[in-house]
């Protein structure tokens, strides 16, 4: 069945540092990649996205980039503070409305 | 907009017994979705919907679980019986169909335990 692998599992960097979450997904139909940022007792928060048409999106100090041809996709989050840490999922549209998600990426920004 | 809401926000329950989880989607948006979060199988998709309609439902784990939307501001996730295996933490999601990338927004969540 189709599926997205995400690594690492678990990631510690120093405050200030860059943090990379990688994902790699299997339906070569997939045009939709969501990133969602969970805390602790909350639901996944969506924290940005980006579409098959596009190579790399920017928000602030979040970006995603998207290699189709490899079907690789990262989250990168510079400058990391330590309200950045949470688990973090990526996700790859199976059709428009529905996702399949990774298994998580525990981030730890240590002070 | 006060979001996705779900009630209750925990259920302790005992094997056997009827549980049912409740969501509240933002208005106005068309597509509901059941998601279950455990350790081991990481968020799973159980069913979803579009105007109130169920649309795929393969990700239902057995006949144990059933899922309604009688109207378009709410829909229930029903065990029975429940089992000690369905703990878990089970989310609902909603998306709006004029939206280009079908963003989906998530409640805060039921954590159920099934003792």
């Known amino acids: 069945g189709e599926n997205v692998e995400q690594h690492p599992s678990t990631l510690s960097v120093q405050e200030g540092d860059s943090a990379v979450i990688k994902c790699t997904y299997s339906?070569?139909?997939?045009?939709?990649f969501p990133w969602y940022k969970q805390e602790l007792g909350k639901g996944p928060q969506l924290i940005i996205d980006?579409?098959?048409?596009?190579g790399e999106k920017k928000d602030q100090r979040i970006a995603v980039t998207l290699n189709k041809t490899a079907k690789h996709f990262s989250l990168h989050i510079t400058e990391t503070q330590p309200e950045d840490s949470a688990v973090y999922f990526c996700?790859?549209?199976?059709?428009?409305?529905?996702?399949?998600f990774g298994t998580g990426t525990r981030l730890k920004v240590l002070a | 907009d006060a979001g996705v809401i779900q009630s209750p926000r925990h259920e302790v329950t005992e094997m056997g017994q009827e549980v049912t989880l409740r969501c509240k989607p933002i208005?106005?948006?068309?597509?509901l979705f059941w998601y279950r979060q455990t350790m081991m199988r990481g968020l799973e998709l159980l069913i979803y919907?579009?105007?109130?309609?169920?649309?795929?439902d393969s990700g239902m784990p057995e006949d144990r679980f059933s899922a309604k939307m009688p109207n378009a501001s709410f829909s229930t996730l029903k065990i029975q019986p429940s089992e000690p295996r369905d703990s878990a933490v089970y989310f609902c999601?909603?998306?709006?169909?004029?939206?280009?990338?079908?963003?989906?927004?998530f409640g805060p969540g039921t954590r159920l335990t099934v003792t």
């Open positions: 999601a909603s998306s709006f169909s004029g939206q280009l990338l079908g963003e989906q927004y």
């Open positions: 339906d070569s139909a997939s045009n939709y």
């Open positions: 980006i579409r098959s048409n596009v």
């Open positions: 996700a790859a549209s199976l059709g428009t409305y529905k996702y399949i």
């Open positions: 208005s106005g948006h068309d597509y």
């Open positions: 919907f579009n105007n109130n309609v169920p649309i795929d």
